[in-house]
């Protein structure tokens, strides 16, 4: 493994003719986005470019323009392709590209923003201060001069602003958003964008109803629960982001906890803080993480869990 | 009336020794953000500032610096002060600054970004096409090389984001993303910031809960009502935004209707749509507004005023 400079990807990117861009399994807002984007940009520089993604292609990125020349594995495995370059995109692991990693010998590059990234490629381009690889690939089009066009844009401002919660996370710096001012300068309509990634079907509207019913607030109204039954998990799959967000918001909530019944009798537990440090909470039922965000898995059903953590709290 | 360049607005502001700032009443984050901030960069170009307010700042904006600075109308009448300028900021008529106007004869000097700016004051320096006028104020000291502090940084960062639905709505340019940048480069911290302004009470979410209990769905999914009784206006007042996006965000959605109870037999209507033009609608009842937001009143209780509605629809 080698890390490699902006200039030194730009040499390999000019030297590469054919480029497989790839990104990580269960890929999300800025993996997609940045692929297209980036397949835009290649074939704008003359290169033969494809995309593979072992996985399904979320069908609300679908309004994004190349979405279309995504394939599987099992499409090249049919129509093998020479390439010089295997460009992994937002994967920090080479098991998050799935069967990808196999079906090539060529070199493997990689441009990602994950501060986990393992280091796993042959030439690695890591901004871990950028919220989003969107957020790198449109730093890098400007600093190369390549034109960045509307469907560009589009892709990148979705890229950018889904992994920063549309600017409402943490990781949002002034370059986060002066990225994705050139997004709109290039004709990204943010407000577009966002209706089109927050839309909601009406079934889906109809379980957040039912799942707002679970809330339940403890000790004053610092410690807030609300819970996903059997019913709503199969519905949502691991679709469960926001949720926690509901009693997050509270002003008087400290811990917000979000239950999920991964079976009758076990139960996935997300802790979420303000302040008090839920890594130790969640250490008591054999889980962990950091001190304001912290997971664990306990082996009962919703309800006594959900008591069994209220007892540990108090 | 006069319109003047930013070079005019900066020869009148390095003249005037002393300057006081108002806003509209019933004042917004964008008022209260970009009066704060502009404050402090006049205090630190040596000025004399007062800010006045014929209103009350709404308590979710205090976190801010300086706020506690803000004076009504009472405490000039009993504290009189002499001024060389009346900053105008955010206010589009002279009726929105409320008694303010009556209290000195100094020349009314005009910062807005309303198209709808009736030009009332003496000097007006309009900008319709920023999203903020936060926007306008960082864009002037950006100009001016004044210094945007941690604290200005913050206060513009929120005057910006609420005035464009956190970047969410179609007034967000390339310049609304540039000038939060240069907020945040200045030390504002977008997840503080939008926590502190998204917060809600355990009893708002409470009331939330119980208004998406009144979620219809019409014609196949493509319309939807909301509905806020007698109850949810006492607590809300003002305070229902937000509520129609709720059922606006919906896929299949087009016209999302907002039925509010002002009385027991009358119902403000708030029509929203994706294509349909919601103005004829609205003009059935006596109403009107834009093809895409429209509202109208009708003397029924809500109840029957949905009827009529959902009639006229089909």
Same mark, same amino acid.
């Given at each position: ?14 030297? *590469? ?40 292609? @979320? ?12 394939? +599987? ?33 060529? @070199? ?38 390549? @034109? ?41 309509? @943010? ?47 691991? +679709? ?67 008591? *069994? ?6």
């Amino acid at each position: 493994m080698s890390k490699i400079t902006i200039n030194q990807l730009h040499v390999a990117l000019c030297e *590469a003719n054919s480029i497989m861009l790839t990104v990580h399994v269960r890929p999300d807002g800025d993996a997609i986005g940045s692929m297209v984007a980036f397949y835009e940009a290649l074939v704008g520089q003359g290169k033969t470019v494809y995309m593979v993604v072992d996985d399904v292609v @979320p069908e609300k990125y679908s309004f994004l323009r190349y979405t279309d020349h995504i394939h +599987d594995v099992a499409y090249f495995e049919t129509n093998p392709v020479d390439i010089d370059m295997l460009m992994v995109l937002d994967a920090s692991t080479y098991e998050r590209i799935g069967k990808v990693g196999a079906l090539w010998s060529a @070199p493997i590059f990689n441009i990602d923003h994950h501060i986990s990234n393992t280091e796993f490629a042959d030439h690695l381009y890591l901004k871990p201060n950028f919220a989003a690889t969107g957020e790198i690939i449109t730093y890098l089009c400007t600093k190369w001069n390549w @034109p960045i066009t509307e469907s560009m844009g589009t892709a990148l401002y979705m890229a950018i602003a889904t992994d920063c919660g549309f600017f409402k996370f943490s990781n949002t710096t002034a370059n986060t958003l002066e990225m994705a001012a050139k997004c709109v300068a290039a004709g990204a309509r @943010p407000n577009v964008i966002s209706e089109t990634i927050e839309a909601v079907s009406a079934s889906r509207l109809e379980l957040t109803k039912q799942v707002m019913q679970t809330i339940e607030f403890y000790k004053n109204n610092t410690v807030a629960t609300i819970e996903l039954n059997r019913e709503a998990m199969t519905i949502l799959g691991d +679709d469960t982001d926001g949720f926690v967000d509901i009693i997050r918001n509270v002003d008087t909530v400290d811990i917000a906890i979000l239950l999920k019944a991964e079976a009758d009798d076990r139960t996935r537990v997300s802790l979420r803080s303000k302040g008090t440090d839920v890594n130790a909470i969640a250490s008591n039922f054999g889980g962990g993480g950091h001190i304001r965000a912290s997971g664990c898995t306990i082996n009962l059903p919703l309800q006594e869990a959900k008591q *069994a953590l209220i007892e540990v709290i108090k």
